[in-house]
């Protein structure tokens, strides 16, 4: 685990390699699985508050989920606010291109400049997945066989998981934060290579 703030890092997170393929992976991870996308408390009202202005780039199916769910559902499990889901499968807030890919509804929303809020920062983020402690907050790589085709393409281009995600992680965490996690992980891999050449 790798310390950076009030944080530990798993190592996958500098070592993996991922790029989103979304010509391969037609963004499944929005489809796939049995929870919507995890919230905090500030964007469930943030979706509450800015959803008329959201809707318009919503699917009827997914407009009818809200409708009948509401903004967001409580995980009978964990207790864990997430987006209400579409007949048990893709997000409410999904939406398909011509050619099937996924794409967030919010998102298309704050690129137009109709809401501050990109999207879930627990979607900006995939596939990392936060864990929040006492004082602390872990951050894991999340595999899944959905994302085979981004991590054939990190490792074909040579990104990390953490170079791939700094939009999100400055967005979660802030600049100085993802400068410190950068300038860590290179001293790092300077010290391993330097014990390879010993």
Known sequence: MIAVGHTLVSDDIAEKKF???LARCKGECCVAGDMGAPLDNDEATKIQDDYERIRPYMRPEG???????????VDPVDG?????LVDDKECAFVVFDAAGIASCAIEKAWQD????FQKPVSCHLYPIRIQPYDGFDALNYHEWDVCAPACSLGKE??????RFLKDALTRKYGQAWYDELAETITALEETRKAGKRR
Do not use: K
């Open 19 to 21: 790029v989103c393929n």
């Open 63 to 73: 407009i009818d989920a809200v409708s009948r769910q509401g903004f967001f559902i």
């Open 80 to 84: 864990e606010l997430t987006t209400p």
């Open 113 to 116: 400049g109709q809401t501050d």
């Open 157 to 162: 281009l040579s990104v990390p998981v953490y």
